[in-house]
């Protein structure tokens, strides 16, 4: 099955700076990439996806990568707020329908 | 927004005593997630369903959990019986299949406590 390794665990950079989350995964059929946010006491919520023909999308601060070849996948956020501090989630999608999975969490901490 | 409603939010009981989780998924939505989180294990699918039919319940532990969509609109966890090493955020997550680039959206969780 679906193996996705994601790093760092945690993250702690100064408010206004970059934050780079990093996800590899194993199969090559897997054609779907979710990034999700969680913060305390909610459920994971999504923030940004990118499909397998795709190379990178952007979305105001949130930015996504992907290399196919190499089978990896990044989370660019830039200009970092407070607000941005929660535990971040990637996700790869194989071959069936959603059935998806997730990697470990990356705990952000903007710091004011 | 359309939202997964999961209820109860909280529930703490004793061990031996039977859970029952509830989920709403959005409306339309064809697929439904179960998930259980806790520090050690993460995000870990228990198990999901496509047209209210069984897909794939191969990370629940068949003894003592059970999972069923009694019609579109209810999804029910339960636990039977409840050990303390169930305690944990269960997660219910509904999508729409087919679709390729259709993300799941969760609700947020029932915490559970087993004393």
């Known amino acids: 099955g679906e193996n996705v390794e994601q790093h760092p665990s945690t993250l702690s950079v100064q408010e206004g700076d970059s934050a780079v989350i990093k996800c590899t995964y194993s199969d090559s059929a897997s054609n779907y990439f979710p990034w999700y946010k969680q913060e305390l006491g909610k459920g994971p919520q999504l923030i940004i996806d990118i499909r397998s023909n795709v190379g990178e999308k952007k979305d105001q601060r949130i930015a996504v990568t992907l290399n196919k070849t190499a089978k990896h996948f990044s989370l660019h956020i830039t200009e970092t707020q407070p607000e941005d501090s929660a535990v971040y989630f990637c996700?790869?999608?194989?071959?069936?329908?959603?059935?998806?999975?997730f990697g470990t969490g990356t705990k952000l901490q903007v710091i004011p | 927004d359309a939202r997964v409603t999961q209820t109860p939010r909280h529930k703490v009981t004793e061990m031996g005593q039977e859970v029952t989780m509830r989920c709403q998924p959005i409306?339309?939505?064809?697929?439904v997630f179960w998930y259980r989180q806790t520090m050690m294990q993460g995000l870990e699918l228990l198990a999901y369903?496509?047209?209210?039919?069984?897909?794939?319940d191969s990370g629940m532990p068949k003894d003592r959990f059970s999972a069923e969509m009694p019609d579109a609109t209810l999804a029910t966890l339960k636990i039977q019986p409840s050990e303390p090493r169930d305690s944990a955020v269960y997660f219910c997550a509904s999508g729409l299949v087919p679709g390729e680039s259709q993300p799941q959206h969760f609700g947020d969780g029932t915490r559970l406590s087993i004393l």
């Open positions: 369903f496509r047209n209210r039919a069984p897909l794939d």
């Open positions: 409306l339309g939505h064809n697929t």
């Open positions: 996700a790869a999608r194989g071959g069936g329908y959603q059935k998806v999975t």
